[in-house]
């Protein structure tokens, strides 16, 4: 209501046609109580909103300019079929073609990163495989059992026996 009122007076005072007068101070707050006043919750700052909304746009750009790009192609396929060929039918037989070629495209990316990635687990495992005793033999793992340590202990008493 308060809102209300100074932006009717502020209207009808200072910006009607007929006359311009300047701005009364007393129509608006103090800058004292507005220090006072917080923001609600709803708009403070939210760094992951903004960048979740920022992707978003991004990506419904690239989507909207892969769309404008596929339709630019089908028509310049559609330039180079013949005119004896109605042009719906060219468009339809262009656009079948061309997402014919980008599917198979994608099939033959994907199956390769496929494969490749089942090859190098292929030999991660082995190489685990093959080298699971090496480990504890040059002190790299971070974990010992019990007897190892007991057993370390003993040869190193009779070592101390030995040259005693």
Same mark, same amino acid.
């Not at 209207?11 to 507005?34: A, E, G, R």
């Not at 990506?59 to 559609?78: L, M, P, S």
């Not at 004896?84 to 061309?98: D, F, M, N, Q």
């Given at each position: 209501?308060?809102?209300?009122? !100074?932006?009717?007076?502020?209207?009808?005072c200072?910006?009607?046609?007929?006359? @311009?007068?300047? @701005?009364?101070?007393?129509?608006?707050?103090? *800058?004292? =109580?507005?220090?006072?006043?917080?923001?609600?919750?709803?708009?403070?700052?939210?760094?992951?909103?903004?960048? !979740?909304?920022?992707?978003?746009?991004n990506?419904?750009?690239?989507?909207?300019?892969?769309?404008k790009? #596929?339709? %630019? #192609?089908v028509?310049?396929?559609?330039d180079? +079929?013949? %005119?004896?060929?109605p $042009?719906? !039918?060219?468009? @339809?037989?262009?656009?079948?073609?061309? +997402? =014919?070629?980008?599917?198979?495209?994608?099939? *033959?990316? @994907?199956?390769?990163?496929?494969?490749?990635?089942?090859?190098?687990?292929?030999?991660?495992?082995?190489?685990?495989?093959l080298?699971?005793?090496?480990? =504890?033999?040059?002190?790299? #793992?971070?974990?010992?059992s019990?007897? =190892?340590?007991?057993?370390?202990?003993?040869?190193? $008493?009779? !070592?101390?026996?030995?040259?005693?």
């Amino acid at each position: 209501m308060a809102s209300t009122v !100074i932006l009717y007076n502020y209207t009808t005072c200072c910006c009607s046609p007929k006359t @311009l007068q300047p @701005l009364n101070s007393s129509l608006f707050l103090s *800058s004292k =109580s507005l220090l006072k006043l917080k923001p609600p919750p709803s708009l403070k700052f939210n760094p992951r909103h903004n960048s !979740i909304v920022a992707a978003q746009s991004n990506f419904i750009k690239v989507i909207q300019t892969v769309w404008k790009v #596929g339709k %630019d #192609g089908v028509e310049a396929g559609t330039d180079m +079929v013949p %005119d004896s060929v109605p $042009r719906p !039918i060219a468009k @339809l037989s262009v656009t079948v073609v061309g +997402v =014919s070629l980008a599917l198979f495209v994608l099939k *033959s990316f @994907l199956s390769t990163a496929f494969f490749a990635l089942a090859v190098m687990g292929l030999c991660y495992f082995a190489f685990l495989a093959l080298n699971k005793d090496e480990g =504890s033999k040059r002190g790299g #793992g971070t974990t010992y059992s019990e007897s =190892s340590t007991d057993d370390s202990l003993e040869e190193a $008493r009779r !070592i101390m026996e030995k040259y005693k």
